[in-house]
C-alpha cells in the first residue's frame, strides 16, 4: 500500500463522515453534539471523542471539496 493509496483512503473515510445528517442519522443515535451538551455523553469518553470528531468533519466540507478535485485531477491525467 502506498501512501497515495492511504491518502485516497483516509480523505474517503472523512468523507463519509462530513456527509452524515446530524438531525437524521446522528441525533437518534445519540452522537450528536446536543448528547454532550445535554450531560448524557461524557465529552471525555470515547464516545464523546467521536462525537467531536463528527463534529470537526463537519466543518470541513469546503476543504473536503477541494482535496476531492486535486485527487480527481490527478487520477486523471496519471491514471
Known amino acids: 500500500m502506498s501512501l497515495w493509496t492511504l491518502t485516497q483512503s483516509a480523505l474517503l473515510a472523512?468523507?463519509?463522515v462530513a456527509v452524515l445528517n446530524e438531525?437524521?442519522?446522528l441525533h437518534p443515535r445519540g452522537l450528536s453534539v446536543y448528547a454532550i451538551r445535554e450531560g448524557a455523553v461524557?465529552?471525555?469518553s470515547l464516545r464523546g471523542q467521536v462525537i467531536?470528531?463528527?463534529n470537526a468533519v463537519s466543518y470541513l466540507?469546503?476543504?473536503l471539496v477541494v482535496l476531492n478535485s486535486i485527487v480527481i485531477f490527478v487520477?486523471?491525467?496519471f491514471g
Do not use: D, E, T
Request: glycine content about 12%; cysteine-free; charged content about 15%.
Open 14 to 16: 472523512a468523507n463519509g
Open 23 to 25: 438531525a437524521r442519522f
Open 42 to 44: 461524557s465529552a471525555s
Open 52 to 54: 467531536g470528531v463528527i
Open 61 to 63: 466540507r469546503m476543504p
Open 75 to 77: 487520477k486523471l491525467v
